[in-house]
């Protein structure tokens, strides 16, 4: 588990923090960062370049001249493709270029992406980043005393801490190339983008316990799918008690040979009344 040092605004050790191994451990995938980039900057794109065809185009759509006799071009609309002004055959529609990536390679690549800053050197913790007033200047003060501006143009930084620090956020937001985020708005483009990554102590905790993959329901998630089936199984004879108690409380039904033996005792009713009546008719 790598053990990194922790400074405060003064640039003097404060103590060691100790990363999570899988989180800043990981190892270096060039391909994973680059689908991972790609994907972000597709979801980020606006689509909607456009251009006009032949229908979106203004104009008359009668025939300008007759088809033979002129000596000109046979021609049908001024909107047609191969007039100057008609409409563009084939041109950019608005479109939606996102596209979904799945979320363990996502977290993968960030792992891998914070796992080279820290190889590289790049990754800097500080203890608390606490500014007493928003003014600039003691942003800028506090960022060449830990020794983060370069010489001739200024160094890419990414600030990783709470956005309720609200005097970090106001007397950043003027700087150019710097930019604050917290550890759940940490994306892939940003790491790759800057140079130096300044994380404070309580981000460096957020981080381990949202990249980690033992945190993220390995162990858990099985635990959970091993109970799953045991209280199925217990639930069944509940299930079974519950029906053969409704089936007891129920009404016995009437057996089908008790209707036919009544349906049968009608005509023979009938067949019995019908000599009566002739007799009286012979009468």
Excluded: C
């Amino acid at each position: 588990m790598p053990t990194v040092k922790v400074r405060n605004l003064k640039n003097k050790e404060v103590g060691e923090v100790s990363l999570s191994d899988a989180v800043f451990g990981a190892e270096l995938n060039e391909s994973l960062i680059h689908a991972a980039v790609m994907n972000y900057q597709a979801n980020g794109r606006q689509g909607t370049s456009a251009t006009k065809t032949r229908g979106d185009v203004s104009g008359s759509g009668r025939k300008l001249w007759k088809q033979k006799g002129t000596g000109r071009a046979r021609i049908a609309s001024l909107r047609s493709p191969l007039w100057k002004g008609g409409g563009n055959v084939h041109g950019p529609q608005p479109r939606d270029w996102s596209y979904n990536m799945p979320k363990k390679m996502r977290r993968g690549a960030l792992r891998s992406a914070l796992s080279e800053r820290l190889r590289e050197g790049n990754l800097i913790v500080i203890d608390e980043l606490g500014f007493e007033t928003a003014k600039t200047r003691d942003f800028l003060s506090a960022v060449a005393t830990l020794g983060l501006t370069g010489d001739k143009k200024q160094t890419k930084m990414l600030i990783i801490d709470s956005l309720d620090n609200e005097n970090l956020v106001l007397s950043s937001r003027n700087v150019p190339k710097t930019k604050v985020t917290n550890s759940f708005g940490l994306n892939i483009y940003d790491i790759i983008y800057h140079e130096k990554l300044v994380i404070s102590k309580s981000a460096i905790e957020e981080l381990n316990a949202l990249l980690d993959p033992t945190r993220e329901g390995g162990k858990e998630v099985e635990a959970v799918v091993e109970e799953a089936p045991k209280a199925k199984k217990a639930a069944k004879p509940k299930a079974e008690k519950a029906a053969d108690e409704t089936a007891e409380a129920k009404p016995a039904k009437a057996p089908k040979k008790a209707k036919a033996e009544k349906a049968e005792e009608v005509p023979v009713a009938e067949e019995t009344a019908a000599p009566a009546e002739e007799a009286t008719d012979n009468e």
